[in-house]
């Protein structure tokens, strides 16, 4: 029983870390900008559906989809002003420059938001409903639904939409968006605010569940990488999945080893998956 | 290559021309704080402690010390919530800035690193930040703390168990990794053994860590009557909301090393944080006579008048620290670093945060913890050495809460 | 392919360096201990990073494991200094050669990735070592005798450097050059690539453990935070490619110029320190992405808008 309910924990949460991973796993594969601030903006996020919670009233999960436009724009005029200028650059300055952005953003947040503790908390914040003997945290239940659902609609947009098979075009070749009439400028935006908006939408759920701080971002990051390794940079459902199997594997290294071990495994669930199979993870190009 | 020197040069000279201006009348007080970072939310409870404490000796006169009236003046740096930083500061306030004495940074670790500097440099330091044990057993001359043992932070709470009404048998102790908590795990689970208490769950998690969803269930699973719990507030925030979704009831008691006095830790629960036992070193009470303040109320009145939030303990040890180095300075008659702490060694008097306010021969305070709960969004004592007040005792289940 | 002089300048800079401990005050020596060390780092980085081009974020992981090895086998086993340096050392150079040659198969992003990785289990590990102290870290006895630390960081920035001065004017550093600009076509002219980026890792690990050693001793504590800090890894990489990777004194001038950078916003304005430091961060790359020698070389040719060219070739 205790092993039934740590698995259905450790699913749970995946769903939760496959969202968090989905965006920086999209703008890493069609721009190639590993997005070490991708933390820092789910914390933006978080904060963005707070303050919409706390000062309209608005049930925090219509929140996190205004969240989702204003992240949007964030992200757009984040790619359009600044990372567009220096994305045809070594790998290395991609790097440099997200990981200034996120030391900026987070101490922008601590200016802005200060180090207090905040909790997107509504009403129903701790029910929970029994099934199969089973203990389900209703926000959670929610926030996995929600994960999935996203991901289904990112899926959605990439292969059935125009828009999103000119992004795929772009992943492959930068002239191939061209072909699509869109300005190749316009689209690496787009594709980079879409990503952020997945970053606000998990962020907003991230506070329903525990508190957000300026400085929750870095952590963040590191475990959106290893899941966006783990799944993969192209389908969206993977990165669900390897949101899950860190989701899973976190779970039973604390009921087998102790807490203290979670990071040991996911930490070197990302070195193996990458020195044993590094082809698959490899994108498109 | 040039480049190079002259950034040296300009980096000295910089440096150098920092230095206060300094008065021959005025005493100043060092200290690098977290006042950004991820532990600026308790950081500022010091930098304003130490601010309105000073400010206050200094309105009533200042003190006097070898037949001279001398004024207090505080220089205070923003480690960044950065030890390596903290560490450098601390040099540079006894070096360049040249303070005469050192109060200390907030937290275990940092205390643990900076009191280095202090045993260095035979500077005495007092701080209020750290209670690890291991900060007190190098056999440091110069570092004198304000906070009681963490090894002893659950001493008052098993005590009360044998006196409660269904006592608790079998315990779930739940604790973070760092040297501040690790100290406390190890203290408490020799007392609960001594006690003759079962511990059935005793898991340690990572420092930082937000999901505790495996451990609740390990612990629902063995269905314990008491949980002991040893982190930092936003992690003990988590644990109650995450105990709430997980619907994970101990049969009598639930309580925290950190948290449940502050005023944020009932905010962000609202009326999830009833019923949640914690424990602070300090209360503001009339009992506790100051020379300054009255007694510990009118600090409690004159912290929130000038900030906007009440004083917790942290900020009380604060304060205390400000008034040893008063106490001790007008004690020794002279500025001298060593005559200074052969006083500090020495002293004992009633203070806003302590009634005997005096050093164990390691350095440390020795002061009981009083057991608190929230009680209607209310902070109430409960238990000391006897009780205060009567506990909403056993904790009712989730589902039973109105 | 450098003239004399800079040499001639640089053994000046190092005797003069050399005589800060005695007419210098404490908060100079200090500072000095931190900048050489931090120099040293970043040098050790460009043996790996600057001449083969392969993005380390792992480096940490060596300043950590020389910490450790210097603090164990000081607390636990009595044993003097000297020898706790070489026990670190010897761990981050075993270390890299082990994980080495599986994760310097990985490309571009994915190495740095796995690196990154790979520092954070070695932190999650080090924490669960009761012979580490665990989470908690360990107190090392305190020395007092700041110059010494000062002397000893500047000799083993020193000795770095002059690696670096050999790794650049050998066939070894050739081979190393060749497999940064093209690494198949490095491999079918009879060069091995993977032998070559193994060793160049493992020496960066040799200097990288010594500094960690040697700081772990100054600071009297070490913790796993502070030990396999990211933060530090990417200092060293913005220093180093500030100052121009692959470069003999490139990264020893950046780190020092970006150090005292640092020392005066930290101390002039606190608090907002590490907004400039994200700042500079962010405009360096849009600005000078080829970092400080680039920048000279191209101001002299084409002034301010050099700034510009560099946008001019990197934006969509």
């Known amino acids: 029983m205790v092993l039934a ?14 969202l968090m991973a989905l965006g920086m796993a999209l703008v890493w594969g069609v721009l190639n900008i590993v997005n070490l601030a ?52 070594a790998l290395l ?50 926030a996995f639904v929600v994960a999935i659902a996203l991901a289904a609609a990112l899926w959605w947009l990439l292969n059935r939409r125009p828009l999103g098979l000119a992004i795929r075009a772009t992943s492959q070749n930068l002239v191939a968006a061209r072909l699509y009439g869109v300005d190749p400028r316009i689209l690496y935006a787009v594709t980079f605010g879409i990503g952020t908006a997945l970053a606000g939408a998990a962020g907003g759920l991230y506070g329903m569940i525990a508190n957000l701080t300026p400085y929750i971002g870095a ?62 993870t490899l994108r498109a190009a | 290559m040039k480049n190079s020197i002259v950034a040296l040069a300009a980096a000295a000279a910089f440096a150098s021309s920092v230095g206060l201006a300094r008065a021959d009348n005025v005493i100043t007080l060092g200290a690098s704080v977290q006042l950004t970072g991820s532990s600026a939310n308790t950081g500022r409870y010091y930098r304003d402690a130490y601010g309105l404490t000073i400010a206050k000796i200094n309105e009533a006169g200042g003190i006097k010390v070898g037949g001279k009236t001398y004024k207090l003046a505080l ?14 500061q601390y040099v540079q306030l006894i070096t360049s800035d040249k303070v005469n004495f050192l109060l200390g940074p907030f937290a275990s670790n940092f205390a643990l690193s900076d009191s280095s500097i202090a045993e260095k440099y035979q500077i005495p330091m007092v701080q209020g930040g750290g209670a690890s044990t291991q900060i007190y057993t190098r056999h440091y001359k110069y570092i004198f703390g304000t906070l009681p043992a963490a090894d002893d932070y659950y001493a008052s709470t098993i005590e009360m168990f044998g006196k409660l009404q269904p006592k608790p048998e079998t315990v779930a102790l739940v604790a973070a990794d760092d040297s501040f908590d690790v100290s406390v795990a190890k203290g408490t689970r020799e007392r609960l053994k001594a006690a003759h208490m079962k511990i059935a769950v005793d898991a340690t998690y990572r420092e930082g860590n937000s999901d505790f969803s495996s451990i609740l269930t390990q612990i629902k699973a063995a269905n314990v009557d008491a949980i002991l719990w040893s982190g930092h507030e936003t992690e003990a925030l988590n644990f109650i909301r995450q105990m709430k979704s997980l619907n994970v009831n101990p049969k009598d008691y639930y309580g925290f090393t950190v948290g449940v006095p502050t005023e944020d830790f009932r905010k962000a629960l609202g009326k999830d944080a ?119 005792y056993p904790v009712p289940p989730w589902n039973k809460r109105g | 392919m450098m003239g004399r002089w800079p040499l001639v300048l640089a053994v000046l800079v190092a005797i ?187 020496l960066s690990a040799l200097f990288t453990a010594i500094a960690g050693g040697i700081h772990a001793y100054w600071s009297t504590f070490v913790d796993p935070a502070s030990a396999f800090d990211t933060t530090l890894n990417v200092r060293m990489v913005i220093m180093c490619v500030f100052g121009g990777p692959g470069t003999v004194f490139g990264p020893v001038v950046g780190s020092f110029i970006l150090s005292a950078v640092y020392e005066v916003l930290a101390s002039e304005i606190s608090t907002a320190a590490v907004l400039f430091f994200g700042l500079v961060i962010v405009l360096a790359v849009v600005f000078t992405p080829k970092g400080l020698t680039d920048l000279m070389a191209g101001a002299r040719r084409s002034g301010w808008r050099y700034l510009f060219r560099n946008i001019r070739e990197n934006r969509l």
């Open chain 1, 5 to 18: 309910q740590i698995l259905l924990n450790g699913i749970l949460l995946g769903g939760l870390y496959g």
């Open chain 1, 38 to 89: 991708h933390g820092a903006l789910i914390m933006l996020g978080g904060y963005v559906v707070y303050y919409i919670f706390v000062f309209t009233g608005l049930d925090p999960f219509a929140a996190i989809a205004v969240a989702m436009v204003i992240m949007f724009g964030v992200g757009f005029l984040l790619q359009y002003g600044l990372l567009n200028l220096i994305v045809r650059s």
């Open chain 1, 93 to 142: 300055n991609t790097l440099l420059i997200t990981f200034g952005l996120d030391v900026v953003i987070t101490y922008l947040a601590q200016f802005l938001f200060t180090a207090d503790f905040r909790t997107i908390n509504p009403s129903y914040a701790g029910a929970n409903f029994s099934a199969f003997g089973l203990t389900v945290p209703g926000i959670r239940f929610a």
């Open chain 1, 219 to 280: 952590s963040l990051t590191a475990k959106s990488f290893v899941i966006a390794i783990i799944g993969g940079l192209t389908n969206p459902f993977n990165v669900i999945l390897g949101g899950i199997v860190v989701g899973i594997a976190e779970s039973l290294a604390t009921l087998y080893f102790g807490a203290t071990y979670s990071d040991v495994v996911s930490f070197g669930l990302l070195v193996l998956v990458l020195v044993v199979r590094p082809t698959r």
């Open chain 2, 75 to 88: 220089k205070i740096l923003d480690n960044q919530s950065d030890v390596n930083l903290s560490v450098r």
């Open chain 2, 274 to 392: 009833n019923y949640a036992f914690g424990m602070t070193s300090w209360l503001p009470s009339a009992t506790l006579k100051d020379r300054w303040f009255g007694d510990a109320l009118g600090f409690a009145k004159a912290y929130k008048a000038k900030f906007g939030y009440d004083p917790d303990y942290h900020a009380a040890s604060g304060a205390a620290d400000v008034e040893t180095f008063a106490v001790a300075l007008e004690k020794a008659g002279s500025l001298n670093p060593k005559a200074v702490r052969d006083a500090i060694a020495k002293i004992n008097f009633s203070s806003l945060y302590a009634l005997h306010t005096k050093y164990g021969e390691n350095g440390q305070i020795i002061l009981p913890q009083i057991v608190v709960q929230i009680q209607d969004g209310k902070l109430v004592p409960i238990y000391s050495d006897q009780f205060l007040n009567k506990p909403q």
């Open chain 3, 16 to 202: 003069v360096l050399a005589g800060v401990p005695w007419f210098g005050n404490d908060v100079a020596v200090q500072f000095g201990i931190n900048a050489l060390l931090l120099a040293t780092l970043a040098q050790s980085w460009n043996i790996l990073g600057g001449f083969t081009g392969y993005v380390s974020f792992g480096n940490s992981v060596f300043y950590g494991l020389g910490t450790y090895g210097t603090a164990v086998a000081m607390t636990h086993f009595n044993l003097p200094f000297g020898v706790g340096l070489v026990v670190g050392a010897v761990v981050a150079m075993l270390c890299a050669a082990l994980v080495g040659i599986p994760i310097l198969r990985l490309r571009g992003p994915y190495f740095a990735i796995a690196t990154l990785g790979l520092n954070g289990a070695m932190a999650a590990i080090v924490s669960n070592l009761p012979i580490a102290g665990s989470n908690i870290g360990l107190v090392l006895p305190l020395m007092r005798g700041d110059a010494i630390f000062y002397e000893l960081a500047l000799a083993l920035l020193v000795v770095c450097t002059l690696t670096v001065l050999w790794i650049s004017s050998s066939r070894y550093g050739m081979a190393l050059v060749a497999i940064r600009e093209d690494e198949d076509a490095a491999g079918s002219m009879g060069v091995n690539a993977t032998l070559y980026k193994v060793t160049a890792l493992v």
